[in-house]
């Protein structure tokens, strides 16, 4: 298994993990209707060639030597523009962990551990002096993999899926 930043031509199969695994980090009783919304128009291969083009993001995939994704972070560089996120915030310049997912066969196999770590690693070197990022209410297995790595919550946030309003803990972490 090696972490790497994704190149355009990983966009379609970075897009077929997105789309397996972003219902994981849903709350029960999210409706089918709002994910397959919220994976086409946020999680598309055309998403993702636009996030990898990005200069203000980086996507890290986490893939097997036949080149298998099993998981990938994208991280987005600066200071959120929503205020109320901006004042749970006590470190700048800070960059969001935006999306972290693993396949489900992959849980707890050190595989988000290692994109993780990258990440991090990735951060440190471009001078951030803390991450962030948002977590479901709901999903305790990440918030404890996130502790697990030093972030802290720091307040909370929405999240929109669909028609649906999710409620997100900010978590934050110094580097
Ligand atoms: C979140 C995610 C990346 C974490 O990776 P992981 O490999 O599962 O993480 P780890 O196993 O290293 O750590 C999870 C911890 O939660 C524990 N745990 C597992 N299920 C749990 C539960 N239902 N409640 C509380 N803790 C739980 C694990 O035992 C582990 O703790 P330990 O290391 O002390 O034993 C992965 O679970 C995932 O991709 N989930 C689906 C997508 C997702 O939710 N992404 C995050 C969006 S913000």
Redesign the pocket.
Known sequence: MTVRVATLGDAHRVAEVAAS?FP??CPPGTRPDDIEQFISNVLSAEHFENYIADPNRAVLIDETVDAHVV?YAMLVSGTPTDPDIRATLSHEPTIEIS????EPT????G???RLMSSSLSQARESGCAAAW????QQ????Q??YT?HGFQIVGTKKFVVGVQTHDDYVMEVRL
């Not at 999306?99 to 693993?102: A, C, D, P, S």
């Not at 992959?106 to 196999?109: E, F, L, N, R, Y």
């Open positions: 695994t994981l980090a998981g999306k972290l997912y693993v992959q849980h707890g196999s595989a988000a551990g990022l948002g977590v479901n999903n305790v297995r990440a404890k993999f697990k």
